[in-house]
DNA sequence: GTCTATAGGCCGATAGAC
DNA sequence: GTCTATCGGCCTATAGAC
């Protein structure tokens, strides 16, 4: 079938998802219109439904993508010294979180602008991921390696803690990743008592 | 003078305020209609503008007044315990998270909206906020009751996790406020080495 | 696959009556 | 102080041409 004028479906698809996702971390997902989506694309805004249903399935995906691509990317060895363990999930989420600062952004920032089914699907993702963190602690726990009250709570502190660091990073900033990482990880390890 | 016709103005005014502050929250600024608040207030839209010049300064003035709350609800003893002091940091800071959990979100998520001027205003307030706790973990260190390898960091590592309570605390919740800060406390005292 | 054009609707803000 | 009515504009989403 031959090609029409000015068709570029190669790239018009991924550019559509990291145009949207910058937008809509910058300025908000109900701010952000079609139109300035399809601007950035270099399209017209009718074209952009040839991608996505609507604007809030747009959304769903790129939330749901990021969720899906967080808990690949970890692996981990159950075996190991809890604490090595610890230290490498504090890397890993850090490293994740600056990789992807705008998809991290959404994910926590607009969960409130899914439909239902929507949020209950990538809330159940997000559960996933905290249960990684609660699973390393209880094991430090049982291994006497850590002192910790609540586990459940300590989980949901120390992921707001390491996820705070997108809200300040800056590539051009005082301190580079790697020592980032370091004081991170004293923090973290202080906090659970090792 | 004589009052018109279903005028109101010792309530409508606070009310603006509080729906505007719940229904921001809730949904975005962007989200929220002037329409919607109005009927939330229980009065026509045009009836609004007797009240903010616009949208814009109405959302400006709710962080505004957030952020001089805060810092007028704090008081310290500079001379006493660093560790006292951290204490009662992070007991004040969840209390009047939990207290205010809508004007903590809007603070948070809705900085981006703001006009320049608007922004550097209150992103200085937040900078005097940041700066108590910083003065207290570097008098921690300096009485060699904490050791914090990087004090600006560790003020936004732990004030990150502090205000994170606020993303799942939950009225009828398994654990009472006073639970969650012993709780946090106890985080925070290990990750600051003490 | 992308375009132009448009439907149908909601938006922020203002004017003028009461 | 609040109402009704309205202006001009931008919105999402779709239809039909190419």
Redesign the interface.
């Known amino acids: 079938m031959a090609r029409t004028q000015g068709s570029r479906a190669e790239i018009t698809g991924p550019l559509l998802r990291d145009e949207a996702r910058r937008l809509f971390a ?6 952000v219109s079609m139109r300035q989506i399809a601007a950035a694309v270099g399209v017209q805004a009718g074209a952009l439904y040839a991608y996505t249903p609507d604007k809030q399935a747009l959304l769903a995906d790129l939330l749901e993508s990021h969720m899906q691509d967080l808990l690949a990317a970890w692996s981990d060895d159950p075996g190991a010294d809890p604490l090595a363990r610890l230290e490498r999930f504090v890397r890993f989420h850090i490293g994740f979180s600056l990789d992807h600062p705008d998809a991290v952004f959404l994910s ?2 607009e969960l ?2 899914l439909s239902p089914q929507n949020f209950a699907r990538i809330a159940g993702l997000r559960g996933r991921y905290e249960s990684i963190l609660e699973s390393i602690l209880r094991d430090g726990v049982g291994a006497s390696v850590m002192r910790i ?2 586990p459940k ?2 989980t ?6 390491l ?2 660091v997108t ?2 990073y800056r590539e051009e900033g005082r ?1 580079d990743r790697a020592r ?1 990482v ?3 990880w ?3 390890r ?4 090792a």
């Open positions: 910058r300025q908000g997902y109900a701010a926590y920032m409130r602008n009250e609540d709570l300590t949901l502190a120390l992921i707001a803690m996820t705070g809200n300040w301190l980032i370091q004081i991170y004293g923090l973290a202080g906090a659970v008592g």
